[in-house]
C-alpha cells in the first residue's frame, strides 16, 4: 500500500469518527433542549408526556409542579419514579436527585399530616406523619449530610409525638412519648 493511500485512509477514518462526534454530541444537544422544553411545561402546568425514557430531572419537575397544585398522587408518584430510577438502581445519587425527591415527599406527607391533624383526622395524621418520616429517613440514606432533611424529619419525630390520643388529648407523661433520639440518624443523644 502506498503511503498516499494510507494517508488518505487514516484522513477518511478521522472525518468518519468526527461525524460521529457530531452526530452524538446532536443527539444530546437535542435531548437536553428536549428536557428543558418539558421541564418548562411542567412548570406551566402544561400536560407533559411522561415514557420510561423520561429524564430524571423533568419527573422531578413534574413531581414539583404537581405538589404546588395540590394533586398528591401524581406528585408522589413522579417523585417515587425518581426514586426508583436513581437510588433504588443501583444505589447511587450522583446529582442528589433521590435525596431531595424524597424530601420533597415527605414535605407533601407532612402537610398533609397537619391538615389532617387540623381537621382532627387522628389516625391520618398519624399515617401521614410516619409516611414523612420515612421519606426522611430515605432522603438521609441517599443524602447522609442533607439538613433540610433532618430538620423536617426531627420536626416529623415532634408531629407525631404531639397528636393528640384518641381520646382527644395530647400526651402528657413523660413515659408516653416515644425516645424520638433512636430512630434519628445522624443525631448523638443530647444534641439539640
Known sequence: MSRSRLLEGLALTAAACALAVTVWQGLVWYDHARDQSRIAAALAHQKVAITPDTGLQVLFAEGYAQARLRRYREASAAYRAVWNRTYGADGRDPDGLAARSRYNLGNLY???????????????????????????????????????????????????????THEGEAPTDAEAKPDVWSQMPGFPRGLP
Not at 116 to 123: F, K, P, Y
Not at 133 to 157: T, V
Open 110 to 164: 407532612a402537610r398533609r399530616s397537619v391538615a389532617a391533624a387540623q381537621n382532627l383526622d387522628i389516625d391520618s395524621a398519624r399515617t401521614m406523619a410516619e409516611l414523612a418520616k420515612q421519606a426522611y429517613r430515605d432522603a438521609l440514606r441517599a443524602a447522609p449530610d442533607y439538613w433540610p432533611a433532618k430538620h423536617n424529619f426531627e420536626a416529623a419525630q415532634r408531629l407525631v409525638r404531639d397528636l393528640p
